[in-house]
């Protein structure tokens, strides 16, 4: 006895009509008959992407405007969001200066919850969009990602965004750092490039909220930057998660760390509880070793490693052996 798609019943077409783009469920199952048409306007969770070649193509499938929550904008796309009132999740890749714009100074997107910007490198437009995230220009956000190769360098007139809980942003200053702690104090996940700043020249309040934290170290940066990264530990004294990225370029850094204390002292000062720590150390493709050495020296810095933190809390060393070349 053959069988037909048609016998599925409405729960696993509308779990299967999840994972289809809003412009392939139209092209595909519109029209079909009465029954998928009526499937297709009960929807509630339909993705959608606009690329540069397809920026209208929405518009003749209106019927799922307002079933739209997932809404992905691609490189260098001009688009208005009036018509999506039922975004909670909106991805903008290398967005234009005219959508910026759009986006900081129109009242849309009532029902955002997690926002995702790609910049261009020295948008402009981008501070004043920054002012509306954080002055709860989205009331319901609770994600935000913000990443670019530019430097963020002002914070003014921020006020609070008490919704967002989970922030990831690459470079700023410390001015910018101090705003951010400000402007949301229900911050409870925090991953960000390292102030290029000196801390210990501008008083920060702690902020108590923030659990976890991933610190990526800019290249630039070198083992002596431990006092810079007390300073700044010293402003979030309730992580329970704490991750860090560091980078290595030469081979006589590499042997420094064979008595490196990995933060250890600093932890027990700063971090009280602290019960999970990952340092993932990465090397320069430059740094050339034979694999003998690379065996002996990582064995040596592992065992130190483990000493150091001793089973205070869970602790771990990652060191992607990719780094080198052999």
């Known amino acids: 006895m053959s069988s037909k798609i048609e016998w599925l019943p409405n729960e696993i077409f509308v779990e299967l009509f999840e994972y289809f783009n809003a412009q392939t469920l139209f092209n ?5 008959n009465s029954r998928f048409n009526n499937l297709l306007s009960s929807l509630t969770n339909v993705s959608f992407t606009i690329l540069a070649k397809s920026a209208n193509q929405l518009d003749h499938s209106h019927r799922f405007v307002t079933a739209i929550n997932k809404l992905s904008i691609g490189p260098m796309v001009n688009s208005h969001f009036d018509r999506f009132i039922n975004v909670r999740c909106l991805s903008l890749t290398y967005v234009l200066n005219e959508t910026l714009t759009y986006l900081q ?26 002012k509306k995230i954080f002055s709860n220009g989205f009331p319901h956000l ?5 990443l670019g190769l530019g430097l963020i360098k002002t914070a003014d007139n921020w006020t609070q965004s008490p919704s967002l809980r989970i922030l990831h942003i690459r470079m700023i200053n410390l001015l910018v750092y101090k705003a951010i702690l400000s402007a949301c104090p229900d911050l409870h996940f925090l991953r960000l490039n390292i102030p290029r700043d000196d801390l210990s020249c501008c008083d920060i309040n702690p902020h108590l909220n ?47 760390l064979v008595e490196y204390d990995w933060l250890s002292k600093i932890i027990h000062l700063r971090l009280q509880h602290l019960h999970r720590f990952v340092f993932k150390l990465h090397f320069s493709t430059f740094v050339k070793l034979h694999k003998a050495t690379i065996k002996s020296v990582l064995n040596r810095i592992d065992e130190h490693f483990t000493e150091v933190h001793d089973k205070q809390y869970e602790s771990r060393l990652v060191i992607p052996l990719t780094d080198f070349k052999l």
């Open 28 to 32: 595909a199952f519109y029209n079909l």
């Open 105 to 130: 100074n129109n009242d849309i997107l009532p029902c955002l919850e997690h926002l995702l910007i790609v910049y261009r490198v020295n948008q402009p437009s981008a501070t004043g969009l920054h």
């Open 142 to 146: 609770i994600s935000c990602q913000l």
């Open 210 to 256: 923030i659990k976890q934290m991933i610190l990526k170290i800019p290249l630039q940066y070198y083992l002596e930057t431990d006092e810079v990264i007390s300073n700044f530990l010293a402003s979030t004294p309730n992580l329970e998660e704490f991750c860090i990225h560091r980078f290595i370029w030469d081979m006589n850094s590499i042997l420094s």
